[in-house]
Protein backbone atom coordinates (compact mmCIF):
# COMPACT_ATOMS: atom_id res chain seq x y z
CA UNK A 1 0.00 0.00 0.00
CA UNK A 2 1.34 3.37 -0.94
CA UNK A 3 2.38 5.14 2.28
CA UNK A 4 0.20 8.71 2.01
CA UNK A 5 -3.10 6.26 1.66
CA UNK A 6 -2.12 4.24 4.20
CA UNK A 7 -1.28 7.47 6.36
CA UNK A 8 -4.76 8.63 5.47
CA UNK A 9 -6.56 5.66 5.88
CA UNK A 10 -5.05 5.66 9.42
CA UNK A 11 -5.82 8.93 10.21
CA UNK A 12 -9.77 8.12 9.01
CA UNK A 13 -9.35 5.20 11.42
CA UNK A 14 -8.80 7.58 14.45
CA UNK A 15 -11.15 9.95 13.42
CA UNK A 16 -13.78 7.39 13.86
CA UNK A 17 -12.52 5.88 17.29
CA UNK A 18 -12.26 9.47 18.42
CA UNK A 19 -15.96 9.44 17.73
CA UNK A 20 -16.67 6.39 19.53
CA UNK A 21 -15.42 7.24 22.23
CA UNK A 22 -16.96 10.98 22.46
CA UNK A 23 -20.61 9.38 21.49
CA UNK A 24 -19.99 7.30 24.62
CA UNK A 25 -18.91 9.43 27.09
CA UNK A 26 -22.07 12.02 26.28
CA UNK A 27 -24.10 9.02 26.49
CA UNK A 28 -26.54 9.13 29.39
CA UNK A 29 -26.64 7.03 32.46
CA UNK A 30 -28.46 4.17 33.53
CA UNK A 31 -28.41 4.36 37.68
CA UNK A 32 -30.14 1.57 38.94
CA UNK A 33 -30.40 2.82 42.52
CA UNK A 34 -29.88 6.09 44.44
CA UNK A 35 -28.41 6.15 48.08
CA UNK A 36 -28.78 9.70 49.41
CA UNK A 37 -27.33 10.66 52.66
CA UNK A 38 -28.44 14.58 54.68
CA UNK A 39 -30.94 15.95 56.80
CA UNK A 40 -34.26 17.08 56.79
CA UNK A 41 -33.77 18.68 52.61
CA UNK A 42 -33.65 15.35 51.84
CA UNK A 43 -35.27 13.13 54.12
CA UNK A 44 -38.11 10.46 53.07
CA UNK A 45 -39.34 9.08 56.07
CA UNK A 46 -35.77 8.96 59.17
CA UNK A 47 -36.70 11.21 61.34
CA UNK A 48 -40.61 10.13 61.14
CA UNK A 49 -40.10 6.92 61.41
CA UNK A 50 -37.23 7.05 64.48
CA UNK A 51 -39.59 9.57 66.42
CA UNK A 52 -42.72 10.14 65.44
CA UNK A 53 -44.34 11.23 62.20
CA UNK A 54 -44.08 14.95 60.78
CA UNK A 55 -47.68 15.41 61.12
CA UNK A 56 -50.46 17.06 59.13
CA UNK A 57 -50.85 19.13 56.55
CA UNK A 58 -47.29 17.85 55.89
CA UNK A 59 -47.85 16.34 52.84
CA UNK A 60 -50.94 17.72 51.73
CA UNK A 61 -49.81 18.93 47.77
CA UNK A 62 -48.77 16.06 46.53
CA UNK A 63 -49.39 12.82 49.00
CA UNK A 64 -52.55 13.92 50.43
CA UNK A 65 -51.49 12.95 53.67
CA UNK A 66 -47.80 12.81 55.73
CA UNK A 67 -45.59 10.87 54.14
CA UNK A 68 -42.27 11.77 56.29
CA UNK A 69 -41.12 14.68 54.49
CA UNK A 70 -40.78 18.30 55.63
CA UNK A 71 -42.75 19.83 53.13
CA UNK A 72 -46.34 19.84 51.59
CA UNK A 73 -45.01 17.40 49.22
CA UNK A 74 -41.81 16.53 47.34
CA UNK A 75 -38.07 17.43 47.94
CA UNK A 76 -35.51 17.66 45.52
CA UNK A 77 -34.31 13.99 46.01
CA UNK A 78 -37.66 13.18 44.99
CA UNK A 79 -37.44 14.33 41.78
CA UNK A 80 -34.06 13.06 41.78
CA UNK A 81 -35.38 9.82 41.68
CA UNK A 82 -38.20 10.46 38.97
CA UNK A 83 -35.49 11.86 36.89
CA UNK A 84 -33.62 8.87 36.41
CA UNK A 85 -36.72 6.95 36.07
CA UNK A 86 -36.82 5.43 39.91
CA UNK A 87 -39.26 5.11 42.43
CA UNK A 88 -39.29 7.36 45.51
CA UNK A 89 -36.53 6.66 48.10
CA UNK A 90 -37.77 4.68 51.26
CA UNK A 91 -35.93 5.62 54.65
CA UNK A 92 -33.80 2.99 55.89
CA UNK A 93 -34.95 3.91 59.16
CA UNK A 94 -38.46 2.87 57.86
CA UNK A 95 -39.40 -0.32 58.80
CA UNK A 96 -43.18 -0.53 57.26
CA UNK A 97 -43.56 -0.94 53.85
CA UNK A 98 -40.07 0.32 52.61
CA UNK A 99 -38.61 -1.00 49.15
CA UNK A 100 -35.06 -0.52 48.34
CA UNK A 101 -34.44 -2.27 45.30
CA UNK A 102 -34.19 0.80 44.06
CA UNK A 103 -32.04 2.13 46.78
CA UNK A 104 -32.05 3.75 50.15
CA UNK A 105 -32.59 7.51 51.75
CA UNK A 106 -30.17 7.67 55.26
CA UNK A 107 -30.79 11.21 55.80
CA UNK A 108 -33.08 12.42 58.93
CA UNK A 109 -34.18 15.70 59.42
CA UNK A 110 -32.14 17.27 61.55
CA UNK A 111 -28.68 15.71 61.03
CA UNK A 112 -25.12 17.09 61.09
CA UNK A 113 -22.30 16.29 59.28
CA UNK A 114 -19.99 16.63 62.84
CA UNK A 115 -21.92 14.79 65.63
CA UNK A 116 -23.82 16.85 67.97
CA UNK A 117 -23.23 17.08 71.77
CA UNK A 118 -26.37 17.23 73.08
CA UNK A 119 -29.54 15.14 72.89
CA UNK A 120 -32.70 15.59 70.05
CA UNK A 121 -34.64 16.71 72.58
CA UNK A 122 -31.94 19.32 74.12
CA UNK A 123 -30.67 20.52 70.83
CA UNK A 124 -33.32 19.78 68.51
CA UNK A 125 -30.74 18.34 65.97
CA UNK A 126 -30.44 14.50 65.41
CA UNK A 127 -28.60 12.39 66.46
CA UNK A 128 -27.96 10.41 63.11
CA UNK A 129 -25.25 12.47 61.69
CA UNK A 130 -23.52 11.81 58.66
CA UNK A 131 -20.64 9.35 60.02
CA UNK A 132 -23.94 7.47 61.70
CA UNK A 133 -25.52 7.32 58.12
CA UNK A 134 -22.66 6.09 56.84
CA UNK A 135 -22.22 3.01 59.61
CA UNK A 136 -25.85 2.47 58.26
CA UNK A 137 -25.29 2.45 54.83
CA UNK A 138 -22.09 -0.16 55.74
CA UNK A 139 -24.19 -2.42 57.20
CA UNK A 140 -26.89 -1.89 54.76
CA UNK A 141 -24.52 -3.13 52.05
CA UNK A 142 -23.68 -6.37 53.77
CA UNK A 143 -27.15 -7.50 54.93
CA UNK A 144 -29.01 -6.91 52.01
CA UNK A 145 -26.93 -9.25 50.34
CA UNK A 146 -27.57 -11.90 53.22
CA UNK A 147 -31.03 -11.18 52.86
CA UNK A 148 -30.42 -11.29 48.76
CA UNK A 149 -28.63 -14.80 48.54
CA UNK A 150 -31.67 -16.23 51.19
CA UNK A 151 -34.35 -15.90 48.56
CA UNK A 152 -38.05 -15.47 49.25
CA UNK A 153 -40.11 -12.42 49.82
CA UNK A 154 -38.02 -10.16 51.36
CA UNK A 155 -35.04 -10.60 48.83
CA UNK A 156 -36.78 -9.09 45.81
CA UNK A 157 -36.99 -5.77 48.28
CA UNK A 158 -32.85 -5.64 48.33
CA UNK A 159 -30.60 -3.82 45.20
CA UNK A 160 -28.25 -6.40 43.85
CA UNK A 161 -25.18 -6.62 44.62
CA UNK A 162 -23.81 -4.99 41.54
CA UNK A 163 -25.83 -2.33 42.05
CA UNK A 164 -23.58 -0.02 44.62
CA UNK A 165 -20.91 0.75 42.30
CA UNK A 166 -23.31 2.25 39.23
CA UNK A 167 -25.62 4.06 41.37
CA UNK A 168 -26.06 7.43 42.53
CA UNK A 169 -24.85 8.72 45.15
CA UNK A 170 -26.78 12.11 46.64
CA UNK A 171 -25.96 14.57 49.34
CA UNK A 172 -27.72 17.66 51.02
CA UNK A 173 -26.44 18.25 54.48
CA UNK A 174 -23.95 20.86 56.15
CA UNK A 175 -26.85 23.62 56.81
CA UNK A 176 -27.18 22.02 60.34
CA UNK A 177 -23.76 22.61 61.35
CA UNK A 178 -23.67 25.81 60.66
CA UNK A 179 -26.85 26.82 62.77
CA UNK A 180 -26.36 23.86 65.33
CA UNK A 181 -23.18 26.44 66.17
CA UNK A 182 -24.90 29.81 66.40
CA UNK A 183 -27.98 28.00 68.37
CA UNK A 184 -25.13 27.05 71.36
CA UNK A 185 -24.51 30.51 71.36
CA UNK A 186 -21.07 30.58 69.29
CA UNK A 187 -19.57 33.51 67.97
CA UNK A 188 -19.39 33.79 63.84
CA UNK A 189 -15.54 33.54 64.11
CA UNK A 190 -16.15 30.29 65.96
CA UNK A 191 -18.68 28.97 63.70
CA UNK A 192 -16.16 29.53 60.75
CA UNK A 193 -13.30 28.20 62.60
CA UNK A 194 -14.97 24.51 62.90
CA UNK A 195 -15.70 24.11 59.33
CA UNK A 196 -12.72 22.45 57.76
CA UNK A 197 -13.20 20.06 60.61
CA UNK A 198 -16.63 19.68 59.36
CA UNK A 199 -15.93 18.79 55.69
CA UNK A 200 -12.81 17.02 57.02
CA UNK A 201 -15.72 14.53 58.19
CA UNK A 202 -17.54 15.08 55.23
CA UNK A 203 -14.36 14.21 53.03
CA UNK A 204 -14.16 10.74 55.17
CA UNK A 205 -17.71 9.64 54.47
CA UNK A 206 -17.26 10.16 50.89
CA UNK A 207 -13.98 8.36 50.94
CA UNK A 208 -15.79 5.25 52.54
CA UNK A 209 -18.24 5.13 50.54
CA UNK A 210 -15.90 5.28 47.66
CA UNK A 211 -13.70 2.07 49.05
CA UNK A 212 -17.48 0.34 48.88
CA UNK A 213 -17.63 0.78 45.55
CA UNK A 214 -19.35 3.99 45.07
CA UNK A 215 -18.46 6.22 41.78
CA UNK A 216 -20.60 8.63 41.05
CA UNK A 217 -21.36 11.68 43.45
CA UNK A 218 -23.88 14.24 43.48
CA UNK A 219 -23.58 17.21 46.40
CA UNK A 220 -25.55 20.07 46.99
CA UNK A 221 -23.92 23.25 48.72
CA UNK A 222 -25.46 24.14 51.61
CA UNK A 223 -28.61 27.26 50.92
CA UNK A 224 -28.40 30.87 52.51
CA UNK A 225 -30.01 30.30 56.07
CA UNK A 226 -30.00 33.92 56.92
CA UNK A 227 -33.21 33.65 54.59
CA UNK A 228 -34.93 31.63 57.12
CA UNK A 229 -37.18 32.32 59.16
CA UNK A 230 -36.38 29.95 62.02
CA UNK A 231 -32.91 31.56 61.79
CA UNK A 232 -33.77 35.34 61.62
CA UNK A 233 -36.41 34.86 64.62
CA UNK A 234 -34.29 33.02 66.76
CA UNK A 235 -31.08 35.20 66.00
CA UNK A 236 -30.12 38.60 67.36
CA UNK A 237 -29.31 40.72 64.46
CA UNK A 238 -29.04 44.35 63.93
CA UNK A 239 -30.75 46.69 61.25
CA UNK A 240 -27.06 46.83 59.29
CA UNK A 241 -26.83 42.91 58.94
CA UNK A 242 -30.35 42.82 56.71
CA UNK A 243 -29.73 43.19 52.84
CA UNK A 244 -31.66 44.54 50.84
CA UNK A 245 -34.01 41.36 50.38
CA UNK A 246 -34.52 41.56 54.06
CA UNK A 247 -32.22 38.67 55.05
CA UNK A 248 -29.55 38.19 57.44
CA UNK A 249 -26.27 39.08 55.54
CA UNK A 250 -23.67 37.67 58.33
CA UNK A 251 -25.29 34.16 58.63
CA UNK A 252 -25.26 34.06 54.96
CA UNK A 253 -21.76 34.81 54.68
CA UNK A 254 -20.99 31.97 57.02
CA UNK A 255 -22.77 29.36 54.14
CA UNK A 256 -20.77 31.21 51.41
CA UNK A 257 -17.70 30.22 53.48
CA UNK A 258 -18.48 26.88 53.85
CA UNK A 259 -19.58 26.50 50.14
CA UNK A 260 -16.56 27.98 49.20
CA UNK A 261 -14.37 25.49 51.35
CA UNK A 262 -16.87 22.03 50.15
CA UNK A 263 -15.68 23.14 46.57
CA UNK A 264 -12.10 22.85 47.29
CA UNK A 265 -12.82 19.72 49.00
CA UNK A 266 -14.31 18.87 46.18
CA UNK A 267 -11.79 19.34 44.06
CA UNK A 268 -9.32 17.50 46.87
CA UNK A 269 -11.58 14.16 46.53
CA UNK A 270 -11.09 14.41 42.32
CA UNK A 271 -7.77 14.16 42.86
CA UNK A 272 -7.39 11.63 45.16
CA UNK A 273 -10.09 9.17 44.13
CA UNK A 274 -9.35 9.07 40.12
CA UNK A 275 -12.54 6.81 39.53
CA UNK A 276 -15.19 8.75 40.37
CA UNK A 277 -17.34 10.84 39.55
CA UNK A 278 -17.79 14.08 41.76
CA UNK A 279 -20.70 16.63 40.77
CA UNK A 280 -20.94 19.95 42.59
CA UNK A 281 -24.55 21.55 42.81
CA UNK A 282 -24.59 25.30 43.60
CA UNK A 283 -27.84 25.18 45.13
CA UNK A 284 -27.32 28.19 47.39
CA UNK A 285 -27.05 30.83 44.06
CA UNK A 286 -30.43 29.46 42.85
CA UNK A 287 -32.38 29.09 46.25
CA UNK A 288 -31.16 32.85 47.12
CA UNK A 289 -32.30 34.03 43.67
CA UNK A 290 -35.30 32.60 43.94
CA UNK A 291 -35.91 34.25 47.13
CA UNK A 292 -35.21 37.58 46.47
CA UNK A 293 -36.38 37.76 43.12
CA UNK A 294 -39.58 35.39 43.74
CA UNK A 295 -42.29 37.72 42.13
CA UNK A 296 -40.25 37.43 39.27
CA UNK A 297 -41.04 33.60 39.50
CA UNK A 298 -44.63 33.73 40.82
CA UNK A 299 -44.08 33.47 44.17
CA UNK A 300 -44.67 36.21 46.93
CA UNK A 301 -43.73 36.59 50.93
CA UNK A 302 -40.39 34.86 50.11
CA UNK A 303 -39.87 35.24 53.86
CA UNK A 304 -42.95 34.38 55.04
CA UNK A 305 -43.64 30.24 56.71
CA UNK A 306 -47.00 29.03 54.60
CA UNK A 307 -47.61 26.74 57.61
CA UNK A 308 -47.07 28.66 60.82
CA UNK A 309 -48.27 31.35 63.35
CA UNK A 310 -47.76 34.55 64.41
CA UNK A 311 -44.49 37.09 64.12
CA UNK A 312 -43.03 38.73 61.33
CA UNK A 313 -41.93 35.40 59.68
CA UNK A 314 -45.58 33.67 60.30
CA UNK A 315 -43.05 31.23 62.70
CA UNK A 316 -43.31 30.93 66.14
CA UNK A 317 -40.50 28.08 67.92
CA UNK A 318 -42.85 27.35 70.45
CA UNK A 319 -46.10 26.27 68.07
CA UNK A 320 -44.69 24.84 64.60
CA UNK A 321 -46.53 23.36 61.95
CA UNK A 322 -49.29 21.07 62.75
CA UNK A 323 -49.09 22.49 66.17
CA UNK A 324 -52.24 23.98 68.31
CA UNK A 325 -52.15 27.66 69.45
CA UNK A 326 -55.32 29.47 71.59
CA UNK A 327 -57.39 32.02 69.42
CA UNK A 328 -60.04 33.87 70.89
CA UNK A 329 -60.28 31.09 73.61
CA UNK A 330 -60.38 28.26 71.39
CA UNK A 331 -57.48 25.77 70.20
CA UNK A 332 -56.96 25.98 66.62
CA UNK A 333 -54.80 23.77 64.54
CA UNK A 334 -51.75 25.76 62.64
CA UNK A 335 -52.25 24.81 58.96
CA UNK A 336 -51.36 25.17 55.79
CA UNK A 337 -51.52 28.53 53.86
CA UNK A 338 -54.08 28.91 51.34
CA UNK A 339 -52.22 28.63 47.70
CA UNK A 340 -48.73 26.59 49.15
CA UNK A 341 -47.64 26.30 45.42
CA UNK A 342 -46.99 30.62 45.57
CA UNK A 343 -45.24 30.11 48.61
CA UNK A 344 -41.27 29.34 48.99
CA UNK A 345 -41.20 28.42 52.62
CA UNK A 346 -43.16 25.85 53.87
CA UNK A 347 -43.20 25.87 57.91
CA UNK A 348 -40.14 28.77 58.70
CA UNK A 349 -37.12 25.66 57.86
CA UNK A 350 -38.11 23.64 55.14
CA UNK A 351 -39.04 24.68 51.41
CA UNK A 352 -42.04 23.93 49.54
CA UNK A 353 -42.69 21.40 46.76
CA UNK A 354 -43.30 24.37 44.87
CA UNK A 355 -40.03 25.79 45.31
CA UNK A 356 -38.09 22.05 45.22
CA UNK A 357 -39.62 21.73 41.83
CA UNK A 358 -38.16 25.08 40.72
CA UNK A 359 -34.84 24.45 42.15
CA UNK A 360 -34.75 21.03 40.50
CA UNK A 361 -36.03 22.22 37.15
CA UNK A 362 -33.05 24.41 37.18
CA UNK A 363 -30.07 22.06 38.21
CA UNK A 364 -30.81 18.89 36.09
CA UNK A 365 -29.55 20.38 33.02
CA UNK A 366 -26.16 20.55 35.00
CA UNK A 367 -26.19 25.22 34.29
CA UNK A 368 -25.62 25.14 37.87
CA UNK A 369 -23.26 22.61 38.41
CA UNK A 370 -19.29 21.76 38.46
CA UNK A 371 -18.63 20.52 36.08
CA UNK A 372 -21.53 21.64 34.05
CA UNK A 373 -22.90 18.36 33.10
CA UNK A 374 -26.80 17.27 33.55
CA UNK A 375 -27.86 15.06 36.04
CA UNK A 376 -28.36 12.36 33.48
CA UNK A 377 -24.61 12.17 32.71
CA UNK A 378 -23.51 12.40 36.44
CA UNK A 379 -21.73 8.93 35.75
CA UNK A 380 -19.37 10.10 33.30
CA UNK A 381 -16.03 11.73 33.75
CA UNK A 382 -15.56 15.39 32.69
CA UNK A 383 -12.94 15.80 30.29
CA UNK A 384 -10.94 18.40 32.46
CA UNK A 385 -11.28 16.16 35.24
Not at 37 to 57: E, I, K, R, V
Not at 67 to 79: C, E, K, N
Request: charged share 20%.
Amino acid sequence: MEPRLKILLSLIALVFVGADRWKFSAGTCEFPAVFNFGDSNSDTGGLSAAFGQAGPPAGETYFGAPAGRYSDGRLIVDFIAEAVGLPYLSAFLDALGSNFTHGANFATAGSTIRPPNATLSQSGFSPISLNVQWYEFHDFIRRSQIIRNRGGFFAQLMPKEEDFSRALYTFDIGQNDLTYGYFSNMSTDEVRAYVPDVLGQFKTVIKNIYDQGGRSFWIHNTGPVGCLPYVMDRLPITAGQVDEYGCADPFNQVAKYFNSKLNITVQQLRQELPEATITYVDVYRLKYTLITKANEFGFVEPLKACCGHGGKYNYNIHVGCGGTVIVDGKEVVVGSCKDPSVKINWDGVHFTEAANKWIFDKIVGGAFSDPPIPLKMACQRHPAL
